[in-house]
């Protein structure tokens, strides 16, 4: 199975500023890696699919990027409904997997 | 407008049986993947099963085979997750999503399942 390694694991910061999440394969996916929001008591939401693709209705100031093994997401200027928790997951082979997620909290 | 509506999560003792509904609309089932996804209270997301447009093809996570069974009624535009010999740790909130471009792009609200006697 591909182990996904997210980082941090949680992040303090304040709105307006730029936040950036790293996700790491434990091998290649290729550009098979997507990112979800989440925020508490609610379904996950998708962000981007295939690393760099903006799910439609997304802001864009959120924006992915990377192949192979190292991905991030970044949130250029956050904003107070971004305060939530973050998962990457590869869809390169099954089983997919997701990364231990990473909460975004106000600073 | 998309949506995936679960039912049937309940409380359910150790080694019992529990069969998940997943309600699809305002897109065209038939032609998607479909997987469920759990998440066990206060931790990540943990990828389940998964099944192909047609339902010919599924796959399951360790954790979940010989014990789920996933399955689909095209006819009726609805996902289904047999799960048996339940175990604490199936404990969770499951979630159907549909699957495209290798990513889940629509979520249910989920089904709390709850293994204990």
């Known amino acids: 199975d591909i182990q996904m390694t997210q980082s941090p694991s949680s992040v303090s910061a304040s709105v307006g500023d730029r936040v950036i999440i790293t996700c790491r394969a434990s091998q290649g996916v290729s550009s098979w890696l997507a990112w979800y929001q989440q925020k508490p008591g609610k379904a996950p939401k998708l962000l981007i699919y295939a690393a760099s693709s903006l799910q439609s209705g997304v802001p864009s100031r959120f924006s992915g990027s990377g192949t192979g093994t190292d991905f991030t997401l970044t949130i250029s200027s956050l904003q107070p409904e971004d305060f939530a928790t973050y998962y990457c997951?590869?869809?390169?082979?099954?089983?997919?997997?997701f990364g231990g997620g990473t909460k975004v909290e106000i600073k | 407008e998309v949506q995936l509506l679960e039912s049937g999560g309940d409380l359910v003792q150790p080694g019992g049986s529990l069969r998940l509904s997943c309600a699809a609309s305002?897109?065209?089932?038939?032609?998607?993947?479909m997987t469920w996804v759990r998440q066990a209270p206060g931790t990540g997301l943990e990828w389940v099963s998964g099944?192909?447009?047609?339902?010919?093809?599924?796959y399951y996570a360790d954790s979940a085979k010989g014990r789920f069974t996933i399955s689909r009624d095209n006819s009726k535009n609805t996902l289904y997750l047999q799960m048996s010999s339940l175990r604490a740790d199936d404990t969770a909130i499951y979630y159907c999503t549909s699957y495209v471009s290798r990513s889940l792009h629509y979520w249910g609200q989920g089904s709390l399942v709850t293994v204990s006697s």
């Open positions: 305002g897109f065209t089932f038939s032609t998607y993947g």
């Open positions: 997951q590869q869809g390169n082979s099954f089983p997919l997997t």
């Open positions: 099944i192909s447009a047609g339902g010919g093809t599924t």
